[in-house]
């Protein structure tokens, strides 16, 4: 991540510390945002669920797009998926 500035390391840090959600938090959670879209909710979620992004992100460092703009485009997706997903499927 030798690419990313001070702001973004900061952020990657903080992603990576972020704790794993157990299944039933999970769900919890997105009940919680899907019911009363409690932002709270919304938030952990995309939090415990950056490190994937950065991880995925990480695989496009070579194809010439600044890694900062893939992570924040898979936060994106992560609030568009939070928006569709229906926690009782």
Known sequence: MAQLPGVHREFVRAAM????LERE????LALRWRDFR???????LSASHMRLVIALAARFRH???PIADVIQEGHVGLLEAAARFDPDR
């Open 63 to 65: 194809y010439g797009l």
């Open 38 to 44: 409690d932002q709270k909710a919304l938030d952990q």
């Open 25 to 28: 938090e999970e769900h919890q």
């Open 17 to 20: 510390a972020a704790p794993f």
